[in-house]
């Protein structure tokens, strides 16, 4: 992947070139407000870095899923005010400002205002329609627009750089481009778990969707040593053992699936740890009545929102003397205060994991989210990441659209 010192050196420097940054900045929202500006502040530190150059930066970049159209719920006017924020506390200069549209006049203008130094963001890349569209020449034209408002492109929004979309792959055809340091960084840290990872490599999944995950959980019981299983996928684990789930998160579809999962685990001995115990509620909601039961009795009429006590110990106990932990998705719905305790339980085992000199990787921007709002700091982590598809479509070895058009320079 060419970097932006060579992609500066191809155009002669940078300086009053316009440049087109792909960032992630898909945060996640209560009403206008950030809840957790983590992604916004990974993108700082390239955006910082072309305006040093003197190039002028536009920004671009997606917010939650609009369909396709405008809509104000999904403005990335807050996130581009927050940007401001981060970018004005170095004093370097230079206005930031944000234009109300991804292509067209408004936009054109605004890019044509830009002075050497200055940052322009667009507003959400999927009120567009071809941002996302499946078909080929929707999304190229679309490109094409955007490619039009600058001389050169850098991908730094590592979160999506498993989609074949628009601002992401169709663009970097079009325009000299580079690789981001936040699209390089989070790669090399990728690579080395995927192809050298120190043992025992332990991996943690959680989250609301086995689905989502399911490719990884096959790559990974040829890789890692040891598979910790909690958040909403770990019922349909539990089902597939035989357990009543009751009103627990359940993948019917998935569950031969996972038993064969189970199956070829044991065969080549990749130890698979599920939960023996359960907070269980009769309703999704943070005052909803609850208690812990056994991982194997669960009540037909109850639902499953964390991982009990003794599992919290179970799995600190078998994270104890990991070389290598990833992390990827929260083991309870952790947004809420009672079912929080699991999650809680894990980062802190991760942390302890990273003092002792471990490498410990947390991916996902729930998970992320999480050990923030837990109070951690980055460096109580070897990496967090900020993309959580991505990075698990990497460690399962998958060719990455957003990585490889990054390639042939
Ligand atoms: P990440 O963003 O870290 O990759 P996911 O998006 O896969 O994680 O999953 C995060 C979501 O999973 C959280 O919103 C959390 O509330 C939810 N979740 C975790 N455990 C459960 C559960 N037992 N029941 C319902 N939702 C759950
Ligand atoms: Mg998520």
């Known amino acids: 992947m060419?970097?932006?010192?060579?992609?500066?050196?191809?155009?002669?420097?940078?300086?009053?070139?316009?440049?087109?940054?792909r960032s992630d900045l898909n945060v996640p929202l209560d009403g206008s407000t950030i809840t957790d500006d983590g992604r916004v502040r990974a993108s700082v530190p390239t955006?910082?870095?072309?305006?040093?150059?003197?190039?002028?930066?536009?920004?671009?970049?997606?917010?939650?899923?609009?369909?396709?159209?405008?809509?104000?719920?999904?403005?990335?006017?807050?996130?581009?005010?927050?940007l401001g924020e981060l970018l004005e506390q170095d004093g370097r200069g230079g206005t930031v400002s944000f234009v109300e549209e991804t292509v067209g006049e408004r936009a054109a203008a605004a890019v044509a205002a830009l002075d050497d130094g200055d940052v322009l963001v667009l507003e959400n890349l999927r009120f567009h329609p071809g941002e996302t569209a499946k078909a080929d020449e929707d999304r190229a034209d679309f490109a094409r627009?955007?490619?039009?408002?600058?001389?050169?492109?850098?991908s730094d929004g590592f979160g999506v750089v498993h989609r074949a979309q628009a601002s992401v792959y169709d663009v970097a055809r079009l325009l000299p481009h580079a690789a981001g340091g936040l699209v390089r960084s989070e790669v090399e840290v990728m690579r080395a778990l995927r192809e050298d990872p120190q043992r025992p490599y332990a991996v943690?999944?959680?989250?609301?969707?086995?689905?989502?995950?399911?490719?990884?959980?096959?790559?990974?019981?040829?890789?890692?040593?040891?598979?910790?299983?909690?958040?909403?996928?770990v019922f349909t684990f539990l089902k597939a053992q035989g357990h009543e789930v009751g009103t627990s998160l359940l993948e019917e579809d998935q569950v031969d699936t996972v038993k064969g999962y189970l199956d070829t685990a044991?065969?080549?001995?990749?130890?698979?740890?599920?939960?023996?115990?359960?907070?269980?509620?009769?309703?999704?909601?943070?005052?909803?009545?609850?208690?812990?039961?056994?991982?194997?009795?669960?009540?037909?009429?109850?639902?499953?929102?964390?991982?009990?006590?003794?599992?919290?110990?179970?799995?600190?106990?078998?994270l104890a003397d990991a070389r290598t932990v990833f992390w990827n998705g929260p083991m309870g719905a952790f947004e809420m205060a009672p079912f929080a305790d699991g999650t809680r339980a894990v980062a802190a085992a991760l942390v302890e994991r990273t003092r002792e000199g471990a490498m410990t990787v947390v991916g996902g921007g729930d998970s992320a989210a999480a050990v923030r709002e837990f109070g951690y700091a980055e460096d109580d982590f070897g990496h967090i990441s900020t993309g959580g598809g991505a990075s698990l479509e990497y460690l399962e070895g998958k060719d990455l659209p957003g990585l490889s058009v990054l390639e042939d320079a």
Not at 10 to 19: A, K, Y
Not at 205 to 231: H, M, N, P, T, Y
Not at 273 to 286: C, H, K, Q, R
Not at 307 to 314: T, V
């Open 266 to 318: 044991a065969e080549r001995g990749v130890e698979i740890v599920l939960p023996t115990d359960i907070v269980v509620a009769d309703a999704f909601s943070a005052d909803a009545a609850h208690e812990v039961v056994a991982a194997d009795a669960m009540p037909a009429d109850r639902m499953g929102l964390d991982i009990g006590p003794d599992s919290q110990e179970l799995f600190a106990q078998r």
């Open 47 to 82: 955006i910082d870095g072309l305006r040093e150059q003197g190039a002028r930066v536009v920004v671009c970049a997606h917010l939650g899923r609009p369909k396709g159209s405008p809509d104000p719920a999904y403005s990335l006017a807050p996130v581009a005010a927050r």
């Open 204 to 233: 943690v999944l959680g989250g609301a969707k086995v689905s989502d995950k399911l490719g990884v959980i096959e790559s990974l019981i040829s890789v890692a040593d040891r598979l910790l299983v909690g958040g909403g996928m």
């Open 2 to 21: 060419r970097t932006v010192e060579q992609l500066s050196e191809d155009l002669g420097g940078l300086s009053g070139r316009t440049v087109l940054v």
């Open 145 to 154: 627009q955007l490619a039009d408002l600058a001389d050169a492109f850098v």
